[in-house]
């Protein structure tokens, strides 16, 4: 399976943006989909997480209440709403294919990547 991340741009703080992950070479319907980013010296961290159906989703702490993560299987897509953005959101940003249809949020748990999409966020 090949994940195309897209969306991602500069954005002044307050801001928002809508990111989307689409996948090709097989259906990902029932698997997990997830989201992480990685700043600039910083480990990756994990940002947000939806079970197969769009059900259930689960969110880091310092993006809980401004980022929204669904999905639409029929597009085979899923997409992180992010909004009231501020400049420690700056990264890129991965999205991951689960290897259960159970939302995750360590690395381990996700088997494909996508090549990332850049996010800054200017003050």
């Known amino acids: 399976v090949q994940l195309q991340a897209s969306g991602g741009g500069l954005v002044q703080a307050g801001g928002s943006l809508r990111l989307s992950c689409a996948a090709s070479g097989r259906t990902v319907s029932t698997y997990a989909m997830g989201w992480f980013r990685q700043a600039p010296g910083k480990e990756r961290e994990f940002v947000a997480s939806?079970?197969?159906?769009?059900?259930?989703?689960y969110y880091a702490n310092s993006v809980k209440g401004r980022f929204t993560i669904s999905r639409d299987n029929g597009k085979n897509t899923v997409y992180p709403q992010m909004n009231s953005l501020k400049p420690e959101d700056t990264a890129v940003y991965y999205c991951?294919?689960?290897?259960?249809?159970?939302?995750?949020?360590?690395?381990?748990?996700?088997?494909?990547w996508g090549s990332g999409t850049q996010v800054t966020v200017s003050s």
């Open positions: 939806i079970n197969w159906s769009g059900g259930s989703t």
């Open positions: 991951a294919l689960g290897r259960s249809s159970y939302y995750n949020t360590v690395s381990d748990a996700f088997g494909s």
